[in-house]
């Protein structure tokens, strides 16, 4: 059963000198509360009627109506069901009407009392849909038209207006009705005209208690709004000054300078700390530091961090942790904590971790130093953890542009690296197949060239075909050891052979070109103890410079090759000649592809300009350094390399089985029979 029509369209009709007003929700609440409380603060018998539109809004009141029942046996209550409400008689009268029926769109509470009554009479006023975003406002944003009154005569009529309807919708309850009616007067105007008289006299103290009550509570959590909105509008600020500095520089420093700064001040913190760490770092430097108070600073001092418990924790849970007193039982529990929070004041401690991709890059601490412990409540936790998720972006930002820039400035010099070589490449090869072109082209086109001629035209031709071989030759051997294609066959090794190797290899090819050598000298230690090493890129490197420091030295120079040890792992070798030298800021230039000092397209001296790269990618793969030094032009040159000393299965030294005494040698033979039997490098 449905009634469509309003009752407040009712009472209007009933008593047409009054005027309705707009409540709100929380209006509405109070004046219900304050109703209701008045009810139950007195000892008289008082008729309740109440309209809940929804079953809903009666389940937030229901312990409030049981309450009431207990003091009064004339208690209605309307709802519509949702889920189990439905007609019963139990603590109070439970009255079920339709979804449709005028009452889901109205609000109703009457008090009658033989001394006293109130009422309270409301339809709901439709308004515009909200969105989806404003449904947390959206309950209290609801309007309602109506009267709310302490006149006798109007409540009366209410309840009148009311009791009719349950009467429709509980026909059993007719008895308690007729009751009702009776007891309080409602079918007999003049009688309550007379008890709205002596309603003059009654105390409203419940009443006006109660609404007091409530609104000094909706004022505090007022203010508790006031507070909140506040807080997140200083965390968004904080936050938005974070970023503007990130836009505004991408240098690591800056950003960690205005964070901690922010923060610091934010929380009026005694201490703040962020610096940048990992896991596994057994310390962190302080660089970037707020002081609150006159407390030490901590900059440029060591913060230890794997001797701290509560690092460790961070690093394991992946979470903030929070000390707020020197009884926790993590500080009392390491005395490395008591060092620290001694020396430096600390009374409460909090550490929040900077991550990126749930991996440590940092840490953001927090330290108070007052002599109250402090507690630190969930918005300056939700702030501090907002500034170490934008510090975190930030610094993997930061360090994106960073390689970013050094990417750009690679592929810049690749770029120019490829142009050079491709003229390099191409000058290095046209030469010597222009002189051959040539060669045999007046070979075949003048039979009757003399001899000599002839002679002198093939050797120009084969000595430049040599040169193109050896171009290329070293052009593949680079590249394969740039691309990472050699399979290394380490072994224990003397170095006495593989230096006899090289030195023979000079030799040879020194025999077929013009020019002598300068005067070569072996220093080598007897008790050098093995190197582990490739033997046949060992005998390269050590051909290669060699033979680059008989290139650039002058026949009465001399070239000297040492060897020592350097510490207990490596020993260390020296090729040092007296020739035209290096200026300084060249010493790593050398090392470049296709690099001569007189520049690769006017060289005077032999040699593809390739030697020295391939020297440091050798060195390089099996774990050893190279580099070069010298006084300057006409000072000779030094060019050092490590090589891994060979160690056993026990961790020893490998002892030389074999040594030899300090040998040195002249222009005379250079070689060593004991080292005819190793296999020469590849060419």
Same mark, same amino acid.
């Given at each position: 059963?449905?009634?469509?029509?309003?009752?407040?369209?009712?009472?209007?009709?009933?008593?047409?000198?009054?005027?309705?007003?707009?409540?709100?929700?929380?209006?509405?609440?109070?004046?219900?509360?304050?109703?209701?409380?008045?009810?139950?603060?007195?000892?008289?018998?008082?008729?309740?009627?109440?309209?809940?539109?929804?079953?809903?809004?009666?389940?937030?009141?229901?312990?409030?109506?049981?309450?009431?029942?207990?003091?009064?046996?004339?208690?209605?209550?309307?709802?519509?069901?949702?889920?189990?409400?439905?007609?019963?008689?139990?603590?109070?009268?439970?009255?079920?009407?339709?979804?449709?029926?005028?009452?889901?769109?109205?609000?109703?509470?009457?008090?009658?009392?033989?001394?006293?009554?109130?009422?309270?009479?409301?339809?709901?006023?439709?308004?515009?849909?909200?969105?989806?975003?404003?449904?947390?406002?959206?309950?209290?944003?609801?309007?309602?038209?109506?009267?709310?009154?302490?006149?006798?005569?109007?409540?009366?009529?209410?309840?009148?207006?009311?009791?009719?309807?349950?009467?429709?919708?509980?026909?059993?309850?007719?008895?308690?009705? #007729?009751? =009702? +009616? @009776?007891?309080?007067? %409602?079918?007999?105007?003049? /009688?309550? $005209?007379?008890?709205?008289?002596?309603?003059?006299?009654?105390?409203?103290?419940?009443?006006?208690?109660?609404?007091?009550?409530?609104?000094?509570?909706?004022?505090?959590?007022?203010?508790?709004?006031?507070?909140?909105?506040?807080?997140?509008?200083?965390?968004?600020?904080?936050?938005?000054?974070?970023?503007?500095?990130?836009?505004?520089?991408?240098?690591?420093?800056?950003?960690?300078?205005?964070?901690?700064?922010?923060?610091?001040?934010?929380?009026?913190?005694?201490?703040?700390?962020?610096?940048?760490?990992?896991?596994?770092?057994? #310390?962190? =430097? +302080? @660089?970037?530091?707020? %002081?609150?108070?006159?407390? /030490?600073? $901590?900059?440029?001092?060591?913060?230890?961090?794997?001797?701290?418990?509560?690092?460790?924790?961070?690093?394991?849970?992946?979470?903030?942790?929070?000390?707020?007193?020197?009884?926790?039982?993590?500080?009392?529990?390491?005395?490395?904590?008591?060092?620290?929070?001694?020396?430096?004041?600390?009374?409460?401690?909090?550490?929040?971790?900077?991550?990126?991709?749930?991996?440590?890059?940092?840490?953001?601490?927090?330290?108070?130093?007052?002599?109250?412990?402090?507690?630190?409540?969930?918005?300056?936790?939700?702030?501090?953890?907002?500034?170490?998720?934008?510090?975190?972006?930030?610094? %993997?930002?930061?360090?994106?542009?960073?390689?970013?820039?050094?990417?750009?400035?690679?592929?810049?010099?690749?770029?120019?690296?490829?142009?050079?070589?491709?003229?390099?490449?191409?000058?290095?090869?046209?030469?010597?197949?222009?002189?051959?072109?040539?060669?045999?082209?007046?070979?075949?086109?003048?039979?009757?060239?003399?001899?000599?001629?002839?002679?002198?035209?093939?050797?120009?031709?084969?000595?430049?075909?040599?040169?193109?071989?050896?171009?290329?030759?070293?052009?593949?051997?680079?590249?394969?050891?740039?691309?990472?294609?050699?399979?290394?066959?380490?072994?224990?090794?003397?170095?006495?052979?593989?230096?006899? %190797?090289?030195?023979?290899?000079?030799?040879?090819?020194?025999?077929?070109?013009?020019?002598?050598?300068?005067?070569?000298?072996?220093?080598?230690?007897?008790?050098?103890?093995?190197?582990?090493?490739?033997?046949?890129?060992?005998?390269?490197?050590?051909?290669?410079?060699?033979?680059?420091?008989?290139?650039?030295?002058?026949?009465?120079?001399?070239?000297?090759?040492?060897?020592?040890?350097?510490?207990?792992?490596?020993?260390?070798?020296?090729?040092?000649?007296?020739?035209?030298?290096?200026?300084?800021?060249?010493?790593?230039?050398?090392?470049?592809?296709?690099?001569?000092?007189?520049?690769?397209?006017?060289?005077?001296?032999?040699?593809?300009?390739?030697?020295?790269?391939?020297?440091?990618?050798?060195?390089?793969?099996?774990?050893?350094?190279?580099?070069?030094?010298?006084?300057?032009?006409?000072?000779?040159?030094?060019?050092?390399?490590?090589?891994?000393?060979?160690?056993?299965?026990?961790?020893?030294?490998?002892?030389?089985?074999?040594?030899?005494?300090?040998?040195?040698?002249?222009?005379?033979?250079?070689?060593?029979?004991?080292?005819?039997?190793?296999?020469?490098?590849?060419?």
């Amino acid at each position: 059963m449905s009634i469509p029509t309003s009752v407040l369209e009712e009472l209007l009709h009933a008593l047409p000198l009054l005027r309705t007003q707009i409540y709100f929700k929380s209006s509405l609440t109070a004046l219900s509360h304050a109703m209701e409380d008045q009810v139950l603060a007195g000892a008289e018998q008082a008729l309740v009627i109440a309209c809940f539109q929804r079953e809903r809004f009666y389940r937030q009141e229901a312990h409030r109506y049981r309450r009431i029942g207990t003091k009064t046996d004339q208690v209605y209550v309307l709802a519509s069901p949702e889920t189990e409400f439905q007609n019963s008689s139990q603590i109070q009268e439970a009255i079920a009407f339709e979804p449709d029926d005028g009452l889901a769109k109205e609000w109703h509470l009457v008090v009658l009392a033989p001394n006293y009554s109130t009422c309270l009479v409301c339809r709901e006023k439709e308004v515009a849909p909200v969105k989806a975003s404003d449904l947390p406002s959206m309950d209290q944003s609801r309007r309602f038209e109506g009267i709310w009154t302490f006149d006798r005569q109007v409540s009366c009529t209410v309840a009148r207006l009311l009791l009719e309807r349950v009467r429709v919708y509980r026909p059993d309850l007719e008895e308690k009705i #007729e009751q =009702a +009616i @009776a007891t309080y007067g %409602l079918s007999e105007p003049d /009688k309550a $005209l007379e008890a709205a008289a002596r309603f003059q006299d009654v105390d409203p103290g419940p009443f006006v208690q109660r609404l007091v009550t409530y609104l000094q509570v909706s004022q505090h959590k007022l203010v508790k709004t006031y507070r909140s909105i506040a807080a997140q509008e200083r965390r968004e600020r904080l936050v938005n000054s974070i970023t503007t500095a990130i836009r505004q520089s991408l240098n690591p420093a800056d950003i960690f300078q205005v964070a901690v700064r922010e923060l610091g001040g934010a929380l009026d913190v005694c201490r703040c700390l962020i610096y940048r760490c990992k896991a596994t770092d057994p #310390e962190a =430097a +302080i @660089a970037y530091e707020f %002081l609150g108070r006159s407390v /030490k600073s $901590l900059t440029g001092e060591v913060w230890p961090l794997q001797e701290n418990p509560l690092f460790q924790e961070v690093v394991a849970s992946g979470e903030r942790v929070i000390v707020e007193n020197l009884t926790d039982p993590r500080i009392t529990g390491s005395t490395r904590l008591v060092a620290l929070v001694q020396e430096w004041q600390i009374e409460s401690w909090l550490m929040v971790p900077v991550l990126y991709q749930n991996q440590l890059v940092g840490m953001v601490e927090l330290h108070h130093c007052g002599r109250e412990e402090r507690q630190w409540d969930a918005e300056e936790l939700a702030m501090v953890e907002a500034i170490a998720t934008q510090v975190g972006v930030a610094t %993997l930002q930061a360090e994106a542009y960073a390689n970013l820039e050094d990417l750009n400035e690679q592929l810049a010099a690749l770029d120019r690296t490829r142009s050079n070589l491709i003229a390099i490449t191409g000058h290095e090869l046209r030469t010597p197949l222009s002189t051959i072109q040539v060669c045999l082209e007046s070979l075949a086109s003048d039979p009757d060239m003399p001899p000599e001629l002839r002679q002198v035209m093939l050797s120009t031709a084969l000595a430049d075909a040599e040169r193109m071989r050896t171009l290329v030759q070293d052009f593949l051997t680079l590249s394969r050891l740039e691309s990472g294609r050699v399979e290394w066959n380490t072994e224990a090794l003397p170095l006495h052979e593989c230096l006899s %190797l090289a030195i023979s290899s000079v030799h040879t090819r020194a025999n077929t070109e013009t020019g002598a050598l300068p005067s070569l000298t072996l220093e080598v230690p007897e008790d050098l103890p093995l190197v582990r090493a490739d033997g046949e890129w060992l005998v390269e490197v050590l051909s290669k410079l060699i033979d680059n420091a008989c290139k650039f030295t002058p026949s009465g120079g001399k070239v000297t090759i040492l060897a020592q040890l350097r510490g207990d792992r490596e020993v260390e070798v020296k090729v040092v000649d007296t020739g035209r030298g290096i200026s300084s800021d060249r010493l790593e230039t050398v090392f470049d592809r296709f690099y001569q000092e007189e520049g690769a397209l006017r060289r005077s001296t032999g040699g593809t300009g390739l030697g020295l790269a391939i020297c440091r990618q050798i060195v390089t793969g099996w774990g050893g350094q190279i580099w070069a030094k010298s006084g300057g032009k006409d000072c000779g040159s030094q060019f050092h390399f490590t090589i891994p000393i060979a160690i056993d299965n026990a961790a020893e030294v490998i002892p030389n089985p074999s040594p030899r005494s300090k040998s040195k040698s002249s222009k005379g033979d250079r070689s060593s029979g004991s080292s005819r039997n190793r296999r020469t490098p590849i060419r």
